[in-house]
């Protein structure tokens, strides 16, 4: 059988740009050494949602305005863990559903790239060769919890072993200031544990100041307790946890100790160096914006590449490299990827930040509108966060939109089409799109607020 597209890895961007070859036509393979849908589905972007909408709904429960005090609310981890088990099923037997709609053969195995034309499948002693025209590298990342060549076992857990954890730790010190990490400080937080946030390098890169402001607040409200510059230099194991020694002499004692610090591409075995695939200083495989390696015919996507573009970018970049083998025109925008952090409440951002926006040359205008002051804020007691409109002040263009709070997530996929349409602020904004009595209310007062014409400011 020869393919004109095998994907190595069925995550986010393998899944996504077999489906996208499939559907132009392309006779396509999908080979995936473990769980159909990736890592994604089944330890890491599905459960970490599911516990923090869980721990939203401790919050929302117990923080109610008409409901404060009534009883008491216990969160049940075996009940949430027996939950996603049964929404990873279903899930999968979507994937697979959708596997059979596009004619794409699957092949579980272990993908191995024999030649620039050849993937090898290994399984249980078995090999099996697969001829094609291209091959889509999607094989994903290895969490840094483990000896990256021995596989041995360190002191820290992952952030998946983490979201899995069927019993809540009494303290938690959760390593790095990504979007992965603040989303573990905030849940576990929220479900009573006493977490350290120790933030080795920057704080949320890439994120707008103001926000990172708002939600180091959010994040000391929440009682977790933030140590910036701060790396871990020591740790030793005693009885009923571990003795971390941290930054200039601060030591403390704790349960579970997560490793969001750092993750390495799963580039290992597979035959990328003898092929002359060009990879990067952490083992990534380096790419260009149409997805394509130092090698004609091989792509790679998601985090293989090494990119912290989230699920949204390694399916956006599925896309770009199945677009390009079948002739499409198009390339990889990281500007128009939202980041997205599953705190509580919830972040997104989607465009430039003032810094980014301001070191193009744009003469940056902003607007902001908190929560607390929309009405839908007060009666629903969301009140925390708020919507920053970055945008261009001689075109109006919107150029960024930057959202903490209780509905981040739906307000984000408006503020994406307003940055990707290039919409500028006096065309956005219209008093009478505005809903009273919604969250939606402060995504519209903030567009008015560049031109400062926001009535509630
Ligand atoms: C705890 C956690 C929380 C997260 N939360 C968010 C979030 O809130 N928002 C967000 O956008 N993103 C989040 N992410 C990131 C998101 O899950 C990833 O960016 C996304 O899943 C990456 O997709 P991928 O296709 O690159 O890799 P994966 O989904 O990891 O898929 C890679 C697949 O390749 C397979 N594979 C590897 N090597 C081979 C081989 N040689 N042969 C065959 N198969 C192979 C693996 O088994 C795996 O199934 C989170 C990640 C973690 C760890």
Redesign the pocket.
Known sequence: MRYDVVC???????FTAAVRAARAGARVAL?????L????LKN??V???LLSATAGLHRDFRDAPLGRGTSKCVIDLTAVENRKEKLWQELQNRLYALLERNRIDFYP????VYTNTTVLVKQNGNELYLDTANIIL????T?AAYIKETGERLAFI???EA?ALTDLPESMLVLGGN??AC??ASTFAELGVAVTLAVPGEFLPGMDRDLVTEMSDILLRQGVTILEGTVLREVRHCPGGWRCCLGEGINMMVTKIVNAHERWP?TTG?GLEALGITLGRRGEVLVNDRMETSVPGIYA????TGTT??????AYQGEVAADHILGVPGYFDPDIVPL???TIPPAGSIGLTTEQAQARGYNVCTGKFAFRDTLGGCLRGHDDGLVKVVADHLTGRILGVHIIGRSASELLVNASLAVHLQVPVEKAYTGAGLVRGTMSEALMEAIADVRGQSIMV
């Open positions: 190595i890895g069925s995550g986010l961007g393998g080979v995936e050494k473990d769980d849908g990736g890592s994604c890491r972007l459960p970490a949602l195995g272990f993908g191995f999607a094989c994903g990342s969490p992952s952030p998946e979201y979007a992965e989303s573990l799963r597979m996507v998601g985090e293989v573009v989230g699920a949204q970018g390694a997205y952090l599953f």
